[in-house]
């Protein structure tokens, strides 16, 4: 079974369940985490990740991580498959996921279904003790049959990599190279209600679509594609926003991106639940938050010495950032009263080990320029930024001391603020969307000058890199590392 897999090391991935802010801002959790995850080696260079969204509790993302292993990873895949047959198995076992965890369901529905009609339905509520035991009886029932999930799935497979996602998770890949032609990858598209092709699906069923546009949720989600869920399944007649459906039209049917070819690739591959995503593009408008989420993982993976404590840093810090702009009480606050349930998921890819110190290009530190393409859109003209982070090697130890690493000439050293990053886009005509350009120097420090707002009024993301000046150590004269730190105080 799923007990003799082994888990994959080139993995790591961070938490932080749900909260919602007080007045003070303190945070309190409203209910127990329901993302989920997964993360395994198969035979035959075979890999498989996941990242699960649940809500109304978390028995359809537990039962969904653990059916698709046993579809996926007991020998259904193997080096001979082409592109379309991993796609068949894939949407095969999607299909096997929703079909079985409907039959674990099947009983409690149909009792379910048999007690109601035992309900007055006329407008005398009669309060016999008859009525009183199914309605009790009525609500354990509903608590075991509600709730669903939405899932984003990697499969690595003849180091090629696959992406199946049904819902509003996200996948990004992240290419880095040594000539400054870097980049992420957004795979794929959420299935939301501002989903384009998702809303012409519906509409093609006979839902109102402008009206699911406006609405932003059916039935308290805003994903249009999902793993259980029986009441958008079965009873979604009942659902005004869906009631003119000619057939099911929330589906569990996965999109299936790729292969995407890894030879030669050196970067991650970053799995992130909705309720990341959600906190990150509440605090800071979601423009830029494929960009954030690279810029922190790249600087957590310069400076900690396990992939799953750089998981956790970048879900720490965006925490902080979210409850950070709840408490300014500036214009994003309203936004930021409350998040999900927040997973994040790294796969490095051909990436050297983190508690190597000796693998700086440059003295001081590595170079890690990251053009990042945003354009959601299929169109081949991309709009890239790229970030060039200066990172710090990890401190070798020698004979037990720390040895601080010297900077080179030139590079930027903060001032006594805070470091602000400023990015700044450029338009890349590219033949394809898998590749992009830029000169590896738009990310710049600036000193103790303060960001501007854009035109937009929006201030450029800040990204808070005084942890990693830390690791500088602020005497760079006698190799002695000294914790005072290089970068703000």
């Known amino acids: 079974g799923n007990d003799d897999l082994p888990p994959c090391e080139m993995c790591g991935v961070g938490t932080a369940p749900n909260c919602v802010y007080g007045p003070d801002g303190k945070g309190t959790q409203s209910h127990p985490n329901e993302d989920g995850h997964l993360r395994f080696r198969g035979e035959e260079g075979c890999f498989l990740y996941g990242v699960f969204n649940g809500y109304d509790g978390s028995r359809v993302a ?29 949407t095969q076992a999607f299909d096997v996921v929703e079909k079985s965890y409907f039959e674990t369901i099947d009983d409690a529905l149909a009792e379910k279904a048999h007690l109601s009609n035992y309900l007055p339905h006329n407008e005398v509520r009669t309060h016999t003790h008859t009525s009183q035991k199914v309605q009790e009886r009525l609500s354990q029932l ?15 497979l003849n180091n090629r990599v696959y992406i199946a996602n049904v819902g509003t998770n996200r996948a990004l890949l ?26 012409q699906r519906l509409a093609a069923l006979g839902v109102d679509s402008s009206r699911v546009r406006q609405a932003g949720q059916i039935a308290g989600q805003s994903s249009t594609r999902r793993l259980g869920d029986y009441r958008v399944k079965f009873n979604y007649t009942d659902i005004d926003l869906l009631s ?9 049917e996965p999109e299936i991106q790729g292969s995407y070819s890894l030879d030669g690739v050196t970067g991650f591959l970053l799995l992130m639940s909705e309720g990341l995503i959600s906190a990150l593009e509440s605090a800071h408008g979601p423009e830029q938050a494929n960009q954030e989420v690279v810029a922190m993982v790249a600087a957590e993976l310069a400076q900690q010495t396990s992939l799953e404590a750089v998981a956790q840093s970048v879900v720490e810090r965006i925490k902080r950032l979210h409850h950070d702009v709840y408490v300014s009480g500036r214009q994003r606050s309203t936004y930021c009263s409350r998040h999900e349930d927040m997973t994040l998921l790294i796969r490095t890819l051909n990436y050297p080990p ?53 900077l080179e000439e030139g590079t930027p050293t903060p001032g006594s603020q805070s ?19 830029g000169d590896g120097s738009l990310f710049r420090q600036r000193g103790s000058q303060a960001a501007q707002p854009d035109e937009t009024g929006r ?31």
Request: charged share 15%; proline share 5%.
């Open 419 to 437: 470091p602000t990053a400023t990015l700044q886009s450029t338009n890349t005509q590219t033949q394809s969307s898998s590749s992009s350009s």
């Open 174 to 199: 992240c290419k880095s190279s040594s000539d400054g032609q870097n980049q992420v990858l957004q795979i794929g598209r959420p299935h939301s209600t501002d989903n384009e092709e998702e809303l």
């Open 244 to 252: 003119g459906a000619k057939s099911r039209p929330i589906i569990a």
């Open 62 to 90: 537990s039962f969904a991580s653990q059916c698709l292993t046993a579809e996926l990873l007991l020998g259904q895949l193997n080096s001979s498959h082409t592109d379309n047959d991993v796609r068949r198995i894939l």
């Open 354 to 406: 983190l508690d190597d110190g000796a693998l700086t290009p440059t003295q001081g530190g590595r170079i890690y320029p990251v053009s990042v393409p945003y354009s959601n859109s299929q169109s081949t003209s991309k709009t890239s930024v790229t970030l060039s982070l200066v990172m710090p090697s990890q401190s070798t130890l020698t004979n037990g001391t720390n040895t601080a690493s010297t």
């Open 459 to 489: 201030v450029p993301p800040y990204v808070d890199f005084s942890q990693f000046y830390r690791l500088w150590g602020s005497d760079h004269g006698d190799g002695q590392s000294t914790h005072g730190g290089l970068g703000p105080q």
């Open 142 to 156: 509903e608590q075991e049959v509600s709730g669903g999930a939405t899932a984003v799935v990697a499969l690595i």
